[in-house]
Nanobody
Framework: QVHLVESGGGLVQAGGSLRLSCAAS????????MGWFRQAPGKEREFVAS????????YYADSVKGRFTISRDNAKNTVDLQMNSLKPEDTAVYYC???????????????WGQGTQVTVTS
């Protein structure tokens, strides 16, 4: 069992920045993948970014490449998402996700966080 808790969401103007953090606890194993999804009102949940255990591999959705940066600290069991140059279309509930090895883009998510709201105003 893995427990994920997100923090850092909020309200920001377009062009601003936010940093999301996800704290993981429980049965965390090496070679896993962690990352973020988001879901806007009336839309399906979509992949945002993921990172491998050692942080050597990162993946991003095309819509956030160059603006978002994912990182992880295995000593603290945290995964962060630095979001810069935010746009109103980035408004969504952001979910932390944990996937076992073999799922670099979180194709099979085993555990989800509860979500944190990010609102970007124009």
């Amino acid at each position: 069992q893995v427990h994920l808790v997100e923090s850092g969401g909020g309200l920001v103007q377009a062009g601003g920045s936010l940093r999301l953090s996800c704290a993981a606890s429980g049965d965390i194993f090496s070679r896993d993948y962690m990352g973020w999804f988001r879901q806007a009102p009336g839309k399906e949940r979509e992949f945002v970014a993921s990172i491998s255990w050692f942080g050597l591999s990162t993946y991003y959705a095309d819509s956030v490449k160059g603006r978002f940066t994912i990182s992880r600290d295995n000593a603290k069991n945290t995964v962060d998402l630095q979001m810069n140059s935010l746009k109103p279309e980035d408004t969504a509930v952001y979910y932390c996700a944990y996937a076992p090895m073999g799922n670099p883009q979180l194709q099979r998510v085993a555990y989800w966080g509860q979500g944190t709201q990010v609102t970007v105003t124009s």
